[in-house]
């Protein structure tokens, strides 16, 4: 039997096709092959300026980038010549850092396939190179090689995929040296520059040298760059680790189970998959809310987290019943508790220490000793992760982990100690200990083996002195992951091009006008906290013929000058939010946008997207409309002037009678709103004037928030415009409405509270809806006590969810409550200038009232695919919620640094006392309690030895204060949440001190630095108790 | 064509006369010394082209053409599914027992996890479809035809062993005991049916089998199946094993083998004392008998192994008869008649006129069947060249 083959030898287009097999599996468990057809080009530019040959192949349709790599690259000693930088998947791996140094890594060529398989690896770090390759001025050129005739390179029979991508890195460099040499050959050869690869695969390296191809190790080619010592240290820590310690045998944390036994056990309903939450009093203990159970499960003790870090995504086990606790009642600080570890020492390292050892055992026994109400909680271990959510973290080294040979540029390793409480130490291999002591620096976590105690990691960059304003704010901003880097060239191209003198078009027959109410005729005015510049809303109100009365809301209509999808777009909608700091905005829309085109300014015409409503004298709406508009606010008011002039008696012009009108209606509709069920939530804030000149008492700038009747009456009519469009755009767009809801919580939140408040002062709490609750709320005071009700109001808070944004399409209609508000419906549509969801809104709004704009596209504006709206609500609620974190930090680190200069300016005349202040309990654990402190918005730990007991003496330093703890006991008594503090031996004596939740206690106040031992130089805000029961 | 449409014998009825039958007939039945139409010798096989892997978003595939123009393509694709029944019924304490046992074995070969499943390997799980230019889907050619293909190949069970399939097919089908793979083997004549398709579907079917590839599995045991997606690394429906005889180096290119085959159908027919491979139209419309002889090589010895036989309604039932001079009115009575002699076929035992053509009446002798199974089954016969001819094709 004879048999042939087809001879495709002889057709000439089989070269340029080929094909890429892969296996996927899809989610619902299917397994397919996959191949895609490859078209295979040659006219793909190099993109360097040295070639003479590619300008003119490439294809002008397609919108090839300007060529960037450098007609003279840098050199170096080794390459006097310059060079083009060819990077494999694992040197970036290694070294993103490296890469994105300023100061080294200039005209890299990054390969289409190198690209993909760190998309593959590691997505954090795909998406940091895929930035890095935007920007223009580190000339990273991405490269198609694949697509290119010349650099595509076919597997192999029996070739691994590995082999296979590091022959295409070479295959690119010899096509790049060639084909520079080609098209320069006029020019002297002198100016070719080299291509050399950096790889760390010896493999790899050895095949280089064969063929001729310049290759480096990442470590390699950074000693021969300038800085070398700086540059080493940010290279990854987990490659050196994973070759030295093979050998090691000793293993700390037990292994993850396999992906795929992780997925049957997932899909079984025995393993649950959750993110892992690290209690911020006690960093042994973690917390997982999973979909199965109502309340989250414990994760307890280092063993159980098996290397999880807060924020992972992790898979857990349930534990025997035997294994189950109650939450811990005790405050346990890593700093304390684990001193004097030894950075350099793996061999006697036991997962827990001794000490860890016997804390745990503290709470073992107070679970067991428990009755009814603290019953063992369910607990739970790691056995996998689904995904890592690492970040880079701001943190300090450690002080007394660098060891004696501090000035050598030896490497050692070093503990950096992480600003989040929640982050384990993490350990950092650096040349340059010396120099980072008492810096706020930079550091990634690479691994965590299993045979490492803690994770290993990186230095990035140094921020600065501690405690110095650039660098506690950039930190800040850096642990909230807030994006403050200026606005690129890119967004800014976005802005109109007339700047600061752009006018409302004069001519009505302008296109600007199309669609547009001219209401300039309105008086309109606006109220804002003074000194405010981006004034997002105005206000207006007019009698009408038939008594009732006109009233509008008018926005600035940002969706004007912010078009989708362009640049300034897509930077905004990843900012998400401006943020506030005490001495910063970081804004989401360049400043000319936000302060001055589309800020409601008085005096001058400005665009506006009005909400007008006609409403009896009773509030009632009779009817509402929407239209973009043009208007001219007659003045811009702050608070205290707004309130000033109404209650003047004197002024009885219009614009007067019209706030008095808006005041009257905001009343009654606040009445409305109370009535069905919204609650008066409180939020410990407080605000800082910066005015503050050098005289005087810095503390003076720190006030706590006066709430005035303008206030509300501002708030009141953004929330009915909010609830009116919400309504209207849910109308028009039931799937993708951009919405804002806060779920209702669920009871067993509120039980923690409620048996407090049952057990301290007789009080109900009626959590079964948000009217009830509201009410119960009213009932809870303390004529002793008057910020009581805002305490449990406080505490309250904390037990709900927070509010979010939504798709209208991914819950159901009764599911968009809005529980805070007591509203069917909200949105968010009042501050386009500084929260992207507005934005979002008021295209949606446009869409919906069938406004045109300038060029009839804004209806197709308006709408968005769901899938995009959702990805864009996941990131914004993130960036609210690191906004509010962040602005919350600032204010806590300004009081902090007023109450220093205040100690500061004490301690020339001798004493450094601090300030008296009244203090309430807010928790009571075994070893200490938390106070919140109105005066300052603050809460601080006060442990044992910050109990000033009767004839002790207030001015010990911190070091002093530090030795009573040993001699101090506690007896706490988790049923009345009470705490009793008694010097040893002295039990029976007046010198003890009882607390209990709730309480109000004299604190003293102050800010002190630690002198010795861990975490010198450390600053924080002490609190001491002066009096107790 | 409503008439062919109907018939399950083996192929359309050629419009051949009578006399062209009795003729083709003669030459087929000369004792020890066929003449076929084509000149081919009685065990030959018409030159056939085939190629492998032509569809690349198939998990296997193959093409083959005859030489008349006949042309198939297979393609096999391969799907995940939950076996019913399975480990749900089992509780989760026996589940980690059963995974824990089957980690200690795991040193072994996969062979012993296969064994474990074997024994709910199901029939169903292949499913094939052939689909026949100018047939419906369900019409009986096609649906008998694929029914033909589909039993020997889910029935061949082989032994164990390096390269060996316990279970055959429908245990390599099992990954473990919750999951399964449903193979779906479809079959497409590109041209009309010029002689009856099976044995140019059943080599087609049978190379794309052989090129068929399953994701490499990556889970342990009675874990939900996780796979490599990395192609490369997929594994062969069929295992193969490095050769180590030197008898089959002749093929080129060829390292390793397969010890485990999917089973070919050779259409045999008789006619009169011979017997003839690979028949083609005309010689089917004169076949005593037609016979569907399945085979497959066996593991343990070099020889093959019978798997089923499936005898097919032979067309020449229904074909025109010739009629005798001494019927022939026209004829009757002329001195031609006389000539005519009665002869008893020996094949069929019954009376004819020589040079007469009479449709047959179906029936074979049991000496028939013996002979046509033995010249394939034989050592150097029919069906181990068949099969080595095969995979010279096969490989790469």
């Given at each position: 039997?004879k ?5 495709f ?5 089989t070269a340029n ?10 989610k619902?468990?299917?397994v397919q092959?996959?191949?895609?057809e490859?078209?295979l080009?040659q ?8 070639c ?6 490439a ?22 010549r310059g060079?083009y ?9 290694n070294?993103?850092d ?6 080294a ?5 990054i ?7 760190l998309k593959?690896?590691s997505?954090?770090?795909y ?6 390759i935007k920007?223009?001025e580190k000339?990273f ?6 697509f290119r ?5 076919k597997?192999g029979?029996d070739e ?9 890195v070479?295959?690119v460099?010899?096509w790049?040296?060639e084909?520079?040499?080609?098209v320069?050959?006029?020019k002297?050869?002198?100016s070719?520059?080299?291509i050399v690869v950096?790889?760390d695969?010896k493999?790899?390296l050895?095949?280089?040298k064969?063929?001729?191809?310049t290759a480096?190790?990442?470590e390699n080619y950074v000693s ?7 540059l ?5 820590e987990?490659?050196e680790a994973r070759?030295a310690?093979e050998?090691s ?22 393993l649950?998959q959750g993110v ?5 009093y006690n ?10 159970f ?10 159980n987290s098996?290397?999880a870090i807060s924020?992972?995504?992790?898979v857990i086990?349930?534990?025997?019943k035997?294994?189950w606790?109650s939450?811990?009642t005790k405050i346990?600080?890593?700093?304390i508790?684990t001193k004097n570890?030894?950075?350099?020492a ?5 997962v827990?220490t001794?000490r860890e050892?016997?804390?745990l ?16 909680q ?9 995904k890592?959510?690492?970040?880079q973290?701001v943190?300090?080294v450690d002080s007394?982990s ?8 030896r ?6 100690l992480?600003?989040d409480?929640k ?7 650096t040349r ?8 706020r620096i930079l ?8 045979d ?14 501690l405690?110095?304003?650039g ?7 850096l642990?909230?992951d807030?994006?403050?880097?200026p606005f690129p ?5 976005c802005?109109?091009?007339e700047?600061h003198?752009?006018?409302?078009p004069?001519?009505k ?6 669609g547009r109410r001219?209401l300039r ?6 109220i804002d906290p003074p000194g405010?510049q981006?004034?997002?809303d105005a206000?207006h109100?007019?009698?009408?013929p ?6 509008g809301v008018?926005?600035?209509?940002v969706s004007?000058f ?6 300034m777009?897509?930077e905004a909608?990843?900012?998400g939010t ?10 989401m ?5 936000g302060t ?12 506006a997207f009005s909400v ?13 409309d ?6 001219r606010?007659r003045?811009?008011f702050?608070?205290?002037q707004?309130q000033?002039?109404?209650?003047d ?5 219009d614009?007067t009678?019209s ?5 009257q209606l ?6 409305k709103?109370m ?7 409180a939020?410990p ?5 910066a005015?503050?000149?050098?005289v005087?008492?810095?503390l003076?700038d720190?006030?706590?928030k ?6 509300s ?12 469009v919400a ?11 951009m919405l804002r ?11 923690e ?5 049952t057990k301290?002062?007789d009080m109900r709490?009626d959590v ?6 509201a ?7 303390d004529?002793?006590?008057p910020?009581f009700n805002t305490?449990v109001?406080i505490?309250?808070?904390r037990c709900?969810?927070s509010?979010?944004y939504?798709c209208?399409?991914a819950h ?7 529980y ?5 419906i ?5 501050s386009?200038i500084r929260r992207y969801?507005?934005?979002l809104?008021h295209?949606q709004?446009?869409a919906?009232i069938n406004?045109?704009?300038?060029d009839g596209r804004a ?9 995009r709206?959702?990805?864009i609500c996941?990131?914004?609620?993130y960036?609210h919620r690191n906004a509010q ?6 204010i ?5 640094q007023?109450?220093?200069?205040r100690g500061?300016k004490?301690a020339a ?5 601090g300030?008296e202040?009244?203090?309430y309990v807010m928790?009571?654990f075994?070893?200490g309690v938390?106070?919140f402190v109105p005066?300052?918005g603050i809460?601080?730990?006060v442990?044992l030895?910050?109990?000033v007991l009767?004839g ?9 204060r ?11 008594d ?7 503090v008694?010097?040893?031996g002295?039990e029976?004596?007046?010198?003890t001190?009882?607390?209990e939740l709730f309480q109000?206690?004299?604190v003293n106040?102050?800010s002190?630095?630690?002198e010795?031992g861990?975490?010198v ?5 002490r609190i001491?108790i002066?009096?107790?029961? | 064509?409503a008439?062919?449409?109907q ?9 051949i006369?009578p ?12 004792p020890?010394?066929p003449?076929r139409?084509?000149?081919?010798s ?11 892997d032509i ?9 083959v053409?005859?030489?008349d123009g006949?042309?198939a393509?297979?393609?096999?694709k391969a799907?995940?599914?939950r ?5 749900e ?5 026996e ?5 824990a046992?089957?980690n ?14 074997s024994?709910?390997?199901?029939g ?17 050619l096609?649906?008998?035809?694929a ?5 020997p190949?889910?029935?061949s069970?082989?032994a164990g ?10 245990g390599r089908?099992?990954?473990?005991r919750?999951?399964?793979w449903?193979?779906?083997i479809?079959?497409?004549?590109l ?6 398709p ?6 087609t079917t049978?190379?794309?089998?052989l090129s068929?590839?399953?994701?490499k599995?990556?889970s ?5 199946p996780?796979?490599?997606d990395?192609w490369?690394a997929?594994?062969?429906l069929?295992?193969?094993?490095k050769?180590?005889s ?6 080129p290119?060829s390292?390793s083998?397969?010890k485990?085959?999917?089973p070919?159908t050779?259409l045999?027919i008789s006619v009169?004392e011979?017997?003839?491979?690979d028949?083609?139209r ?10 569907a002889i399945?085979v497959?090589?066996?593991t343990?010895?070099?020889g093959?192994?019978?798997l089923?036989?499936?005898t097919?309604?032979?067309p020449?039932?229904l074909?025109?008869p010739?009629v005798?001079?001494s019927?022939?009115v ?9 000539e005519e002699s009665v002869?008893v076929?020996p094949?069929?035992g019954?009376?004819?006129v020589?040079?007469v053509?009479r449709p047959r009446?179906g029936?074979?002798k049991?000496?028939?069947i013996?002979?046509m199974?033995?010249m394939v089954?034989?050592?150097?016969g029919?069906g ?6 095969l995979?010279?094709?096969e490989?790469g």
């Amino acid at each position: 039997m004879k048999s042939l083959r087809r001879d495709f030898s002889s057709d000439p287009h089989t070269a340029n096709v080929t094909s890429k097999v892969f296996v996927r599996s899809t989610k619902s468990g299917k397994v397919q092959k996959i191949v895609r057809e490859l078209y295979l080009r040659q006219d793909i530019p190099c993109s360097s300026r040295l070639c003479t040959i590619c300008p003119a192949v490439a294809p002008e349709d397609a919108n090839v980038a300007p060529f960037v790599l450098s007609e003279q690259p840098a050199g170096t000693a080794a390459f006097p010549r310059g060079h083009y930088i060819v990077p494999d998947t694992n040197a970036l791996l290694n070294g993103m850092d490296l890469f994105e140094h300023t100061g080294a890594f200039y005209d890299v060529i990054i390969l289409q396939t190198v690209l993909e398989e760190l998309k593959n690896q590691s997505l954090p770090l795909y998406n940091r190179l895929l930035a890095l390759i935007k920007t223009d001025e580190k000339r990273f050129y991405l490269f198609f090689n694949e697509f290119r005739l010349e650099t595509h390179v076919k597997r192999g029979q029996d070739e691994s995929i590995n082999d296979r991508n590091d022959r295409a890195v070479r295959t690119v460099a010899k096509w790049y040296t060639e084909h520079l040499r080609a098209v320069t050959k006029s020019k002297k050869e002198k100016s070719i520059p080299t291509i050399v690869v950096i790889t760390d695969d010896k493999e790899n390296l050895r095949k280089a040298k064969e063929e001729n191809v310049t290759a480096l190790s990442l470590e390699n080619y950074v000693s021969g760059l300038e800085d070398a010592d700086k540059l080493l240290d940010m290279i990854n820590e987990s490659r050196e680790a994973r070759h030295a310690k093979e050998t090691s045998g000793e293993l700390f944390y037990p292994e993850y189970y396999s992906m795929s036994k992780m997925m049957t056990g997932l899909r079984a309903g025995n393993l649950h998959q959750g993110v892992f939450n690290v209690s911020p009093y006690n960093y042994l203990e973690g917390s997982i809310k999973v979909a199965a159970f109502d309340r989250p499960l414990i994760i307890m003790g280092r063993h159980n987290s098996n290397r999880a870090i807060s924020g992972d995504v992790v898979v857990i086990e349930v534990l025997p019943k035997v294994q189950w606790k109650s939450p811990s009642t005790k405050i346990v600080e890593e700093e304390i508790v684990t001193k004097n570890d030894n950075p350099d020492a793996d061999d006697n390292e036991a997962v827990v220490t001794e000490r860890e050892q016997r804390a745990l055992q503290e709470e073992v026994r107070q679970a067991h000793g428990k009755n009814l109400e603290g019953r063992p909680q369910p607990t739970a271990k790691v056995v996998g992760i689904v995904k890592r959510n690492w970040r880079q973290y701001v943190g300090t080294v450690d002080s007394s982990s660098t060891g004696s040979q501090a000035t050598g540029r030896r490497q050692q390793n070093v503990f950096v100690l992480p600003m989040d409480k929640k982050v384990p130490k993490i350990r950092v291999r650096t040349r340059q200990a010396a120099d980072l002591l008492g810096q706020r620096i930079l550091v990634t976590i690479d691994a965590w083996n299993r045979d490492s105690r803690y994770p290993t990691g990186h230095f990035i960059r140094s921020l600065g002195e501690l405690e110095t304003k650039g660098a506690e704010t950039e930190a800040l901003l850096l642990e909230w992951d807030v994006q403050y880097k200026p606005f690129p060239k890119s967004v800014l191209d976005c802005l109109p091009k007339e700047g600061h003198d752009w006018r409302v078009p004069v001519s009505k027959d302008d296109k600007g006008w199309n669609g547009r109410r001219d209401l300039r005729d309105l008086l309109i005015c606006s109220i804002d906290p003074p000194g405010c510049q981006d004034i997002d809303d105005a206000l207006h109100a007019r009698p009408l013929p038939n008594g009732n009365f006109e009233v509008g809301v008018h926005i600035a209509d940002v969706s004007h000058f912010v078009k989708p999808n362009n640049a300034m777009d897509l930077e905004a909608s990843i900012r998400g939010t401006t943020v506030y700091l005490v001495d910063k905005r970081i804004d989401m829309l360049p400043h000319l946008l936000g302060t001055d085109l589309c800020s409601l300014k008085p005096y001058v015409e400005r665009y506006a997207f009005s909400v007008l409503w006609e409403m009896t004298p009773n509030a009632e709406v009779v009817s509402s409309d929407f239209t973009k508009s043009v208007i001219r606010s007659r003045e811009a008011f702050s608070y205290e002037q707004a309130q000033l002039r109404i209650d003047d008696p004197s002024k009885t012009d219009d614009l007067t009678q019209s706030m008095r009108t808006l005041l009257q209606l905001s009343k009654i509709l606040r009445q409305k709103r109370m009535d069905a069920g919204a609650l008066n939530l409180a939020s410990p804030e407080v605000r800082i004037e910066a005015d503050n000149d050098e005289v005087g008492d810095p503390l003076a700038d720190v006030k706590t928030k006066a709430m005035l009747a303008t206030n509300s009456l501002v708030e009141e009519f953004m929330l009915h415009a909010n609830i009116t469009v919400a309504a209207k755009i849910y109308s028009t767009f039931p799937q993708t409405a951009m919405l804002r809801r806060h779920a209702t919580p669920p009871p067993q939140n509120f039980e923690e509270l409620i048996n407090q408040l049952t057990k301290k002062r007789d009080m109900r709490l009626d959590v079964s809806s948000s009217g009830a609750l509201a009410n119960s709320l009213d009932r809870c005071t303390d004529s002793d006590n008057p910020f009581f009700n805002t305490l449990v109001r406080i505490l309250a808070t904390r037990c709900m969810t927070s509010a979010e944004y939504f798709c209208a399409g991914a819950h159901a209609e009764s599911e968009f409550r809005h529980y805070g508000l007591a509203s069917p419906i909200y949105t968010h549509f009042t501050s386009p200038i500084r929260r992207y969801a507005d934005l979002l809104v008021h295209r949606q709004l446009s869409a919906a009232i069938n406004y045109e704009g300038e060029d009839g596209r804004a209806t197709i504006e308006g709408s968005i695919t769901r899938n995009r709206l959702e990805d864009i609500c996941r990131n914004i609620n993130y960036r609210h919620r690191n906004a509010q974190y962040a602005g919350r930090a600032s204010i806590e680190y300004y009081v902090g640094q007023a109450l220093k200069a205040r100690g500061e300016k004490l301690a020339a005349d001798g004493v450094d006392s601090g300030i008296e202040e009244d203090g309430y309990v807010m928790r009571v654990f075994e070893n200490g309690v938390v106070v919140f402190v109105p005066r300052f918005g603050i809460e601080g730990v006060v442990r044992l030895e910050d109990f000033v007991l009767p004839g002790d003496s207030t001015n010990r330093s911190v070091a002093e204060r530090r030795e009573l703890v040993t001699r101090r006991e506690s007896d706490f008594d988790p049923e009345e949440y009470t705490l009793k503090v008694a010097e040893k031996g002295h039990e029976s004596s007046d010198r003890t001190m009882c607390v209990e939740l709730f309480q109000r206690v004299r604190v003293n106040v102050s800010s002190v630095k630690e002198e010795a031992g861990r975490g010198v130089g450390k600053r924080r805000v002490r609190i001491l108790i002066l009096n107790g029961k | 064509m409503a008439a062919q449409r109907q018939a399950s014998s083996a192929s359309q009825i050629p419009h051949i006369s009578p006399a062209e039958l009795s003729y083709l007939y003669t030459s087929l039945s000369l004792p020890g010394n066929p003449i076929r139409p084509d000149g081919r010798s009685p065990t030959q096989f018409r030159p056939l082209s085939a190629e492998t892997d032509i569809l690349l978003g198939t998990n296997g595939s193959a093409r083959v053409g005859f030489a008349d123009g006949t042309q198939a393509i297979v393609g096999v694709k391969a799907e995940v599914e939950r076996t019913p029944l399975g480990i749900e019924a089992l509780s989760q304490a026996e589940q980690e027992e059963y995974a824990a046992e089957s980690n200690k074995k795991d040193t072994g070969s996969n062979g012993d996890g296969i064994k474990r499943g074997s024994s709910s390997g199901q029939g169903s799980w292949v499913q094939m479809a052939i689909e026949i230019p100018g047939f419906r889907d369900d019409d009986a050619l096609p649906v008998f035809l694929a029914e033909m293909m589909r039993e020997p190949l889910v029935e061949s069970v082989s032994a164990g062993g390096e390269g060996g399939m316990v279970g055959g097919l429908k245990g390599r089908l099992v990954i473990n005991r919750r999951w399964h793979w449903r193979l779906y083997i479809d079959v497409l004549l590109l041209s009309q049916p010029l002689s009856y398709p099976l044995p140019l579907l059943s080599l087609t079917t049978h190379l794309a089998l052989l090129s068929t590839k399953l994701p490499k599995l990556k889970s342990k045991g009675e874990e939900d199946p996780f796979f490599d997606d990395d192609w490369n690394a997929a594994e062969y429906l069929y295992p193969r094993v490095k050769s180590t005889s030197t008898k089959r180096s002749s093929i080129p290119g060829s390292l390793s083998v397969h010890k485990v085959r999917p089973p070919v159908t050779l259409l045999v027919i008789s006619v009169a004392e011979n017997i003839i491979f690979d028949p083609n139209r005309e010689e089917i419309a004169v076949a005593d008998a037609v016979l569907a002889i399945s085979v497959t090589n066996n593991t343990d010895s070099d020889g093959l192994k019978l798997l089923s036989i499936r005898t097919i309604d032979p067309p020449s039932r229904l074909t025109q008869p010739g009629v005798p001079n001494s019927e022939n009115v026209a004829t009757l009575g002329s001195t031609a008649a006389a000539e005519e002699s009665v002869i008893v076929n020996p094949s069929t035992g019954e009376e004819e006129v020589l040079g007469v053509w009479r449709p047959r009446r179906g029936g074979i002798k049991r000496m028939t069947i013996a002979k046509m199974v033995k010249m394939v089954l034989e050592k150097g016969g029919v069906g181990e060249e068949v099969l080595e001819g095969l995979e010279g094709v096969e490989v790469g």
